[in-house]
């Protein structure tokens, strides 16, 4: 099987597939390493930005990732070929872990003023925040409501991981090449074709997002690869490069 894919699609699959056995074996050093972390975090470290494509919480999350990789990224590296392939799915990679981390700040630093605003330092707070004994944030937290404290904590303490924001890309892309290529969702009995299926995930990521809610997914990541997968593909188009392969 490995043989009929790919080069560039089964290089990711392998890289993702050896990332996930070391984290079942090393467990919080890939995670603290290796994952994307919020940049005031003491573990964040610049090639996160890269490598949390390559880190995933469960089988279930790479199962999915590894498949959609497969299933829609091969088609598109047959017609683009490799180097293009590889650009596109790590630009739309980076344009997620982007998108997540500039959200990711913005609710922070409004939990952070919501915070002060009740009349805690923020050097106290910070404080707490990166702890090494333990530091219990509940009496920071006591002057501001659960949700502005599940926000701040979800920021700070949650790492990214994943190669969704990656793979919402591919999806776009595949939707701008085969729009009309019939595909399945898991809770309806019937296909879609591509140009409205996509945009169907995207909306649905988008109203989580919007609407903050605590769904264990980072919708923003999906929706920053998404974005910037579409923006490739909008100029491509209308510059002939989407007929062209680069090797």
Do not use: C
């Not at 998108?99 to 630093?109: A, D, E, P, Q």
């Not at 879609?192 to 997914?217: E, H, R, S, W």
């Not at 997968?229 to 100029?235: E, R, T, V």
């Amino acid at each position: 099987m490995l043989q009929q894919m790919t080069p560039a699609v089964r290089g990711i699959l392998i890289a993702n597939v050896l990332f996930f056995l070391l984290t079942l074996s090393l467990g919080d050093f890939m995670y603290g390493r290796f994952s994307l972390w919020f940049m005031e975090n003491p573990r964040f470290g610049f090639w996160q930005f890269a490598t949390h494509m390559f880190m995933h919480g469960g089988f279930a999350h790479i199962l999915f990732n590894m498949y959609a990789v497969v299933a829609f990224g091969t088609p598109l590296e047959r017609q683009w070929g490799q180097e293009k392939f590889i650009f596109f799915f790590f630009s739309a990679g980076l344009g997620a872990a982007f998108l997540h981390t500039g959200v990711n700040y913005i609710y922070f630093n409004s939990a952070v003023e919501a915070i002060v605003d009740s009349g805690i330092s923020r050097v106290q707070l910070f404080e707490a925040l990166t702890s090494t004994s333990g530091v219990n944030l509940s009496y920071i937290e006591s002057g501001v409501s659960y949700e502005v404290a599940e926000q701040l904590r979800s920021a700070f303490y949650t790492p990214a991981v994943g190669a969704s924001g990656a793979v919402y890309g591919v999806l776009v892309a595949f939707a701008f090449m085969y729009p009309n290529a019939r595909l399945m969702l898991l809770f309806l009995p019937f296909p879609i074709k591509a140009k409205y299926f996509v945009p169907l995930i995207i909306l649905g990521d988008l109203y989580f997002g919007i609407t903050n809610q605590n769904t264990g997914i980072a919708h923003f990541a999906h929706i920053g690869g998404a974005l910037l997968g579409y923006i490739m593909m909008w100029y491509w188009s209308r510059n002939s490069f989407n007929n062209h392969r680069w090797n």
